[in-house]
């Protein structure tokens, strides 16, 4: 799961947790940084016990229900969080990137358009959706998904590389060279890997 989350995502549920007491957030980060899984799970499950709608405790227990591939889990309690929350960006991307990790992209394409209906200017649910079109081998459908997260956020790197790679997939060879050109400006060494360096 964590080579599927974008990058700063733990970051963004540890450090944009409005519901949660300070006493009670350094314990999460202990417990995140020891990699306790289960007593994350198990303390965030006790503090939901109080407080059942509290968006927040459900990030936590998905996150660390994913972190011990409890897919089904995790994906119940980011779904809790995002029918909450509807314009929780967090929630939606957690919940696409746990159907991913499960080996779902389906669900993830459905969860990820759905959420579009509520965050239309979103960069990285553009990309992640793009991500899991590619999953799927739908690679013209993953293409506009890119094409519309570097629309909005023009200096996205991994989405520009991930639109090089799917238009060589596709054979594309004029606009994968565009899109590696703009991997180029932002990343010149991640610019190596689309031809094939180390």
Do not use: C
Request: hydrophobic fraction near 45%.
């Amino acid at each position: 799961m964590a080579a599927l989350v974008p990058a700063g995502t733990v970051g963004a549920v540890l450090g944009n947790l409005e519901k949660v007491s300070d006493e009670n957030l350094k314990r999460v980060v202990e417990l995140e940084r020891r990699g306790d899984w289960k007593m994350l799970a198990s303390f965030a499950e006790s503090n939901l016990a109080k407080d059942r709608f509290n968006t927040d405790w459900l990030l936590i227990l998905g996150y660390a229900r994913s972190q011990l591939r409890e897919h089904a889990a995790a994906t119940t309690a980011y779904a809790q969080a995002a029918q909450l929350e509807p314009d929780n960006a967090t929630a939606w991307h957690l919940l696409a990137q746990s159907y991913r990790a499960a080996g779902e992209p389906h669900r993830a394409v459905n969860v990820l358009n759905n959420a579009l209906l509520a965050l239309r200017d979103s960069a990285i649910t553009y990309y992640l959706l793009g991500e899991s079109y590619g999953d799927l081998a739908r690679h013209a459908e993953a293409v506009a998904a890119y094409r519309e997260a570097v629309r909005i956020e023009q200096k996205f790197t991994a989405a520009w590389f991930s639109l090089a790679r799917t238009y060589q997939k596709l054979g594309h060879s004029a606009d994968a060279r565009d899109a590696e050109l703009q991997v180029e400006k932002l990343d010149p060494k991640l610019a190596q890997r689309l031809r094939g360096g180390p």
